[in-house]
């Protein structure tokens, strides 16, 4: 089945700090990728949609400027905490599809802000 | 009003049982899908089966098969022969439009199985 990995599958940084999580596509090219934030023993909530080479679409009550998404290619999407806070501490997870095909989910990336 | 609803915060199953996970959903849509994935303690999201709307037999997946009663709106997850290693949270999942749509899925809040040795 289709890969998608990120990177990385684990970070701790100090408050006020950025942090980038890659998210790849290994072996096809994903027209649509999405972002799920999951708390402990919580579901995935969706964060955002982003298509390749357009404007990421967020959902009601998440933060554009706290959460930059950027898709510069069909293979890549990053997701950026700007000014991380304790509470952005959290499991983030990314899936990618192709047109007309399922999503396959990546590992995760689990942040903790001190 | 919740689109997928999971009423079994845990479930506990005797090794090389069969066990039941519920879930309902809620759409307008003709057109929908819905999935079951599982998520081991390491956090990976494991797809399991998939159902389409339109779709008349039950999906069937190794150990895995789908219960899917449309008209109750309900697509219960069957595991057949509970191993060990099927511990570990479920969710089921809900995508409304056809397969090519880029809408995302909505989860589910999920069931935490144990199985007993």
């Known amino acids: 089945g289709a890969v998608v990995s990120q990177h990385p599958s684990w970070v701790i940084c100090k408050s006020g700090t950025s942090v980038k999580i890659e998210c790849r596509s290994l072996?096809?090219?994903?027209?649509?990728m999405f972002w799920y934030r999951q708390f402990p023993k919580q579901s995935l909530m969706l964060m955002a949609t982003s298509n390749e080479g357009s404007k990421a679409t967020y959902e009601q009550g998440v933060e554009k400027d706290k959460f930059l998404i950027n898709h510069a290619s069909l293979t890549l999407s990053t997701l950026t905490v700007t000014s991380a806070h304790p509470e952005d501490s959290s499991f983030y997870i990314c899936?990618?599809?192709?047109?007309?095909?399922?999503?396959?989910f990546g590992p995760g990336t689990r942040l903790t802000v001190l | 009003a919740q689109k997928i609803t999971q009423t079994q915060p845990g479930m506990f199953v005797q090794e090389k049982e069969a066990v039941t996970l519920d879930c309902t959903y809620d759409?307008?849509?003709?057109?929908?899908?819905l999935f079951w994935y599982k998520q081991p303690s390491s956090g990976e999201m494991i797809f399991l089966i998939y159902?389409?709307?339109?779709?008349?037999q039950n999906a069937t997946e190794g150990r895995y098969s789908l219960n899917f009663q449309k008209a109750r709106k309900s697509a219960n997850l069957v595991i057949s022969a509970s191993q060990l290693g099927d511990s570990a949270m479920y969710f089921c999942?809900?995508?409304?439009?056809?397969?090519?749509?880029?809408?995302?899925?909505?989860f589910g809040s999920g069931t935490q199985l144990t199985v007993l040795p």
């Open positions: 159902q389409g709307s339109y779709d008349e």
């Open positions: 759409t307008s849509d003709q057109s929908y899908g």
């Open positions: 999942a809900m995508r409304e439009g056809t397969t090519g749509s880029a809408r995302q899925l909505t």
């Open positions: 072996d096809f090219q994903a027209t649509t």
């Open positions: 899936s990618a599809k192709q047109q007309r095909h399922e999503q396959f």
